[in-house]
């Protein structure tokens, strides 16, 4: 586990391109990963501690609010980016987080260097942004089966019908 306290773990790309080449001067496994994480769920945890179960160190790549709109559309994300940052940073598995405004983490990944390039199950390792670059730095791409029936969007769906009989 990391020695990094609450502080660090929220940083700048600049400061995560500093530490990552400080990890691996170290001999320490860098792996990378992003997404949203709008209202944080069992299947993201889950997903999570199996990204760091391929190293050392986890850097999350966390979309901004304007990253999440451009993705997901005007409504999203529910949770503001201070907020979503926040929440993960304090997951244990999670070593350091990066907030990136890009719809993709194409600058993260090249500046980060990571050893491991971690995505969900459902991104074909062709379509993976960064797995060639990755991969011709003599590193490697992982993806993870993500939790059957979990996401977000199903959860604001449950939400409506619920609360207020949305469709």
Not at 16 to 23: A, D, P
Request: with cysteine.
């Amino acid at each position: 586990m990391s020695t990094v306290n609450m502080v660090n773990k929220i940083v700048t790309l600049d400061e995560m391109c500093r530490l990552s080449h400080q990890y691996t001067a170290l001999g320490r496994t860098v792996v990378f990963t992003n997404g949203c994480f709008d209202i944080l769920h069992a299947g993201h945890v889950a997903y999570l501690e199996k990204a760091k179960s391929f190293g050392d160190v986890l850097v999350l790549g966390l979309n901004s609010d304007a990253s999440v709109r451009q993705i997901k559309g005007d409504l999203r994300p529910v949770i503001c980016q201070a907020q979503r940052a926040r929440v993960v940073a304090a997951l244990s598995c999670v070593d350091h987080v990066v907030l990136f405004d890009a719809p993709d983490p194409n600058d993260l990944i090249r500046g980060i260097l990571p050893h491991v390039l971690v995505k969900g199950a459902d991104w074909p390792e062709d379509k993976i942004i960064g797995a060639e670059f990755v991969k011709g730095c003599g590193g490697r791409v992982a993806r993870v089966a993500f939790e059957e029936d979990i996401s977000t969007s199903k959860i604001i769906e449950r939400i409506g019908k619920r609360f207020y009989g949305g469709a």
